[in-house]
């Protein structure tokens, strides 16, 4: 398996992150919505049929969510405790493992103890920081498809690929409920639209699909149909 150290991409307040984005080799697919619209399993599927790596913003959350809670940390502790983490991507296109500090955090990211601590973790600045970081590192080495909240509005606002996917409330808090997830649709919106740190918003530019009453093959499709059309393959 390949293991990629993503590199440690320092802020420098007179330039700013964003000034890193146009000198990465790598295409960009971003693919941003509320939860359960439909992100991950139709950039799973648009990664698939491009060859793309496929990449969750949430999993890196999640992993981070994990390590506070490992490590007995609360999000008003986690500015100074993120500086010295390490987060890894083990794997190749078909598989990603996430490591911290050498352990694999794969296995406890759909824990229930790790759902509860996204949201309030993601809510400060440092831990939204490092995750940009990290992301933008994997551009460097791979085209990607990147699922997320603000992966067009903050994480890469320059790429032209942006696609925002929502659904009906009642239709997402099924989609949830088949999955067997523990956290609140309605809950998981408001803190998703009022955090003061990059609140869920619909990129600039982005196309916008209304996935109620599309199927997933459909989805994909019309993603893919855009794509053509703006000559990405």
């Not at 359960?36 to 049929?49: C, L, N």
């Not at 390590?67 to 078909?94: T, Y």
Request: aromatic letters at 6%.
């Amino acid at each position: 398996m390949r293991r990629h150290f993503l590199p440690d991409l320092r802020h420098d307040a007179r330039i700013g992150a964003l000034q890193l984005i146009p000198a990465m080799p790598g295409r960009v697919i971003a693919i941003d919505g509320p939860a359960a619209s439909g992100k991950s399993s139709v950039s799973r599927g648009v990664a698939a049929e491009l060859g793309f790596l496929f990449v969750s913003s949430g999993h890196f959350y999640r992993a981070f969510a994990w390590g506070a809670l490992r490590d007995g940390i609360s999000p008003e502790q986690a500015a100074g405790w993120i500086s010295g983490r390490r987060l890894e991507v083990q794997g190749d296109a078909s598989s990603v493992s996430l490591l911290l500090d050498g352990q694999d955090a794969t296995p406890h990211l759909t824990e229930a103890a790790t759902a509860a601590m996204v949201s309030p973790l993601a809510a400060v600045p440092a831990i939204r920081h490092a995750v940009n970081e990290r992301l933008r590192g994997l551009a460097l080495e791979h085209d990607l498809v990147m699922e997320g909240r603000d992966i067009g509005s903050v994480v890469f606002p320059l790429t032209p690929w942006k696609f925002y996917l929502d659904a009906s409330p009642e239709e997402r808090a099924r989609r949830r409920a088949r999955e067997g997830a523990v956290d609140s649709v309605a809950e998981r919106d408001r803190l998703d639209s009022t955090r003061t740190t990059a609140p869920l918003t619909i990129p600039e530019g982005a196309v916008v699909i209304d996935t109620t009453h599309l199927d997933l093959d459909g989805v994909i499709a019309a993603v893919l149909e855009r794509l053509d059309r703006q000559g990405l393959r």
